[in-house]
């Protein structure tokens, strides 16, 4: 960053990108890992106001930012062990899974968490959408959320989300055994601006983690590629799904 663009920045008479950040505090000689990632995050929030702040009383800690930068990706890469991801969660589905996980939650906060979530898929039906290429645990589809119709209707929710063209699911299943991401579920969020650099968000119980380096992102992204040839093709992925709905 050269020594103009610094003075722009600092006197206010340009915005900060959450990049220029990253090369601020590499300027001033910040290195410590928690202070940077406390910063380039605010950076991207400050760009990424949008309708889930409203709601961000309702949602886990940090969860409210992790929208803001998923709404704006390119490339969704999803790893899920235990359910379906909430991007390819129906009504019924995501309702039994927060009243399940959200175990203080009133039932006015759970129909706002569904109505969140629901709202999330909406880039996914959008002009250019957002691509989601999803690799589900076939434990996630064995395990029966809800009732066996609300558990069949998500099963078919997934085959006809496996027909859109910027959608693609493979299901990974038990006979493949151990596989990389054993020690749990992950995002790899990709950006279309090349300024951007892509990241990786883990959930937890009650707050989220964005991890942006890169030797970790590295080994996330690795970790997708192994998984996806370890799981069935699309096609069969679809044709298990469909085996699985009671008839």
Not at 76 to 89: D, F, H, S, W
Not at 162 to 178: D, K, S, W, Y
């Amino acid at each position: 960053m050269v020594g103009d663009q610094v003075s722009r920045i600092e006197t206010g008479r340009v915005s900060v990108h959450h990049g220029d950040v990253s090369d601020l505090l590499d300027h001033y000689s910040v290195t410590e890992d928690a202070l940077r990632q406390e910063l380039i995050t605010l950076a991207r929030e400050s760009r990424q106001k949008g309708w889930w702040h409203r709601h961000r009383d309702t949602l886990k800690t940090g969860f409210d930012s992790y929208i803001g930068l998923e709404v704006d990706a390119a490339v969704i890469r999803t790893y899920e062990a235990q359910v379906i991801p909430g991007l390819l969660q129906t009504e019924a589905y995501a309702q039994a899974v927060i009243e399940a996980t959200a175990t203080k939650s009133s039932t006015a906060r759970v129909r706002e968490k569904v109505s969140v979530r629901l709202a999330r898929q909406q880039p996914l039906t959008r002009d250019n959408p957002i691509r989601l290429h999803a690799v589900l645990d076939e434990a996630a589809l064995v395990r029966e959320v809800g009732d066996t119709k609300t558990m069949n209707d998500q099963l078919a929710f997934l085959l006809q989300r496996n027909e859109l063209p910027n959608i693609t699911i493979q299901v990974l299943p038990f006979r493949r055994g151990a596989h990389p991401a054993m020690d749990g579920p992950f995002i790899v969020l990709e950006f279309p601006d090349s300024a951007d650099p892509a990241l990786v968000y883990i959930e937890q119980a009650v707050s989220g983690l964005v991890l942006e380096d890169v030797e970790e992102l590295d080994r996330y992204t690795q970790m997708f590629n192994d998984l996806t040839v370890q799981a069935l093709s699309a096609q069969d992925s679809a044709a298990l799904i469909s085996s699985m709905i009671d008839q």
